[in-house]
């Protein structure tokens, strides 16, 4: 996909959170995008099915964000099948 394509369906994705947000912020306004090359890493400890997602930069590594699943959380487990 193009970076304008890639952009135009993280805004569909969107709708619906933009829709029932409650900070009152129309993500209308949200005009300048930037389309980055990522990476995400699931880590799982198996003994807890629990998992650490990370994402990085594609060509630098460079850090981005991470969240911590608890075990028996969806996200992630797709890639443990």
Not at 11 to 29: A, C, I, L, T, W
């Amino acid at each position: 996909m193009t970076h304008e394509e890639l952009i135009a369906k993280a805004r569909e994705h969107m709708k619906p959170f933009g829709e029932q947000n409650s900070y009152g912020v129309p993500f209308e306004d949200f005009t300048d995008a930037r389309v980055a090359e990522t990476a995400r890493i699931l880590l799982r400890r198996p003994p807890r099915q629990d998992f650490l997602e990370v994402e990085v930069d594609r060509d630098t590594g460079d850090f981005i964000w991470a969240v911590y699943h608890p075990g028996g959380s969806e996200p992630g487990k797709w890639l443990f099948r």
